[in-house]
């Protein structure tokens, strides 16, 4: 039996379009950050929420072996849910500093919030427009990016901190 | 004297909106390359999400400051890495999506040319 050319040409190109099919379908289509570990975060200045002249900058980070950068908001309902995993993280660990970052946020609301639920922050920086959550890479809150002294980002955690990831933090940081 | 002062600021008038809407041309393109990270199959200029408002923010402040397209696109995708462009650059992971139509391209010209060949070679016979 004779087979031309181009019928095997057509039967490899099906088989390679199946195979690519096959591939896309494995592969999953939604964002995640997992690239964004191992990139540095840079060029940024977080004023407090409370007072105007006080901010802290890159080289403020640097001084923590470990830092736990937390987006959260008042009206954000899983934030309330996290918040016990960085009060333990904050009391009980002296690796690691905190630092909040309220977003989109009254500050009446936000300081009402830590009134009421206790504040794990060693400090508390305002984005009242959102343009630092673009500096950090986040997309919805709450979110969490880990960070050593050198501001590489270790681990981001993306929606509210649970038992896990609370634990796996603590490994990072053993 | 006044017909000139009405002359110019009829002028400035002119030039400003003219400025505008070139901005706001170049703002809705890089709008329109940029993927809503929290809304499936939408670009930044077609959400109204919280995300989508904050990047268009973002965009706007950059090209205030004179920045380029280039460089606002370099400045996401170092914070939210390639996905958040609609047209990623050549690497090694895309090569693929880049070189595959060229691929399809000529692999349909050999087939087609076979084709052609062997009808003809048919004929003569």
């Known amino acids: ?174 | 004297m006044k017909i000139k002062f009405f002359l110019f600021i009829i002028c400035v008038l002119i030039t400003t909106s003219i400025h505008t809407s070139e901005n706001q041309i170049k703002l809705l393109e890089v709008y329109k390359n940029l993927r809503c990270l929290v809304c499936q199959g939408q670009s930044i200029a077609d959400s109204n999400s919280d995300f989508a408002a904050t990047i268009k923010l973002v965009v706007q402040d950059q090209l205030n400051e004179g920045k380029t397209e280039a460089e606002i696109y370099n400045f996401l995708i170092s914070k939210y890495g390639e996905w958040i462009v609609y047209q990623p650059s050549l690497n090694k992971n895309n090569f693929l999506l880049w070189f595959l139509p060229y691929l399809i391209f000529a692999v349909g010209g050999l087939v087609l040319f076979f084709i052609i060949q062997k009808s003809r070679h048919n004929k003569d016979n």
């Open chain 1, 1 to 174: 039996m004779k087979i031309s050319i181009s019928k095997i040409i057509i039967f490899i190109f099906i088989i390679f379009s199946l195979f690519i099919f096959w591939q896309g379908l494995k592969k999953n289509n939604s964002y995640d950050t997992k690239s964004l570990i191992g990139s540095r975060i840079s060029n940024f200045e977080l004023i407090e929420i409370n007072n105007d002249d006080q901010y802290i900058s890159e080289k403020d980070l640097k001084k923590n072996k470990f830092t736990l950068i937390n987006f959260f908001a008042s009206w954000c309902s899983p934030c309330r849910a996290e918040h016990k995993y960085l009060l333990n993280l904050s009391g009980k660990n002296k690796k690691i500093k905190i630092i909040g970052i309220n977003f989109k946020d009254k500050k009446k609301n936000a300081n009402n919030f830590l009134k009421e639920l206790g504040n794990p922050y060693n400090f508390v920086g305002r984005d009242l427009k959102g343009r630092n959550s673009i500096l950090f890479g986040i997309y919805g809150i709450p979110e969490s990016i880990l960070v050593d002294n050198n501001l590489i980002i270790i681990k981001k955690i993306v929606g509210p901190i649970d038992e896990t990831q609370y634990d796996e933090i603590l490994q990072l940081i053993k």
